[in-house]
């Protein structure tokens, strides 16, 4: 089945800092999703994006499907961006469900 | 409701107990999705509803789990002959058409049922 790599697995920012989070897939997605997890376990979503570029406030994505691999970029972080970070896509070749990575857990510093 | 519902939020029970987790998705999402998270882990696929239909269980670790959705909405995941290697958060998540080979859907979580096996 499709692999999904994340790094690094850890991360520790001061707060005001810029960072950026990987994710590599090893395979064709239909669908890739970017989900913040907070300390109380929910997963928030961030963003749908099987590819291009979108941008919420501090926070951007982009995702390169024929090189396979999205970027999560985070600007100005707040201590309120700790937590861990998933990336998870369907691929083509499965039927419906999302493979998740590891994460990437964030930590900032005031 | 407005979001995906899960309940209880905590569950503690003794090894060999049977135990059922509730989910309400949101409502008009045909897909309903279980994953299982271990501490410091990713989320892990057990098994994905098509409306009442299990449309791929190939996650469920043995035939201790099982999970149903009679009416196409609220589902159950059940375990029976609980064990300590079953402590885990287990998570459901719907969406409103089924991932697989459609643009522009995205899969909702709730938050989650902590299961304690002790």
């Known amino acids: 089945g499709i692999q999904v790599e994340q790094s690094p697995p850890d991360l520790i920012l001061q707060e005001g800092a810029n960072s950026t989070l990987r994710c590599n897939f090893s395979?064709?997605?239909?669908?890739l999703q970017w989900f913040h997890q907070n300390p109380w376990g929910q997963l928030i979503n961030l963003f749908y994006?099987?590819?291009g570029t979108k941008q919420n406030g501090r926070l951007s994505a982009t995702t390169v499907a024929t090189e396979r691999y999205s970027l999560l970029y985070i600007s100005s972080s707040q201590t309120t961006d700790s937590g861990v970070y998933f990336c998870?896509?369907?691929?083509?070749?499965?039927?419906?469900?999302?493979?998740f990575g590891k994460g990437t857990k964030l930590s900032v510093k005031p | 409701g407005a979001g995906v519902s899960q309940t209880p939020s905590n569950k503690v029970t003794e090894k060999g107990k049977y135990v059922e987790l509730r989910c309400d998705p949101i409502?008009?999402?045909?897909?309903l999705y279980w994953y299982r998270q271990s501490l410091g882990q990713g989320p892990e696929f057990l098994i994905y509803?098509?409306?009442?239909?299990?449309?791929?269980d190939s996650g469920l670790p043995n035939d201790r789990f099982f999970a149903v959705r009679p009416e196409g909405s609220v589902s159950t995941l059940k375990i029976q002959r609980t064990e300590r290697g079953d402590s885990a958060v287990y998570l459901c998540?719907?969406?409103?058409?089924?991932?697989?080979?459609?643009?522009?859907?995205?899969?909702?979580f709730g938050q989650g049922t902590r299961l304690t096996v002790v």
């Open positions: 998540a719907s969406s409103p058409l089924p991932l697989s080979g459609v643009m522009n859907t995205e899969a909702f």
């Open positions: 409502s008009g999402h045909t897909a």
């Open positions: 994006i099987p590819s």
């Open positions: 509803f098509q409306g009442t239909g299990a449309a791929d």
């Open positions: 998870a896509v369907d691929s083509r070749g499965s039927q419906g469900n999302l493979i």
């Open positions: 395979d064709s997605v239909n669908n």
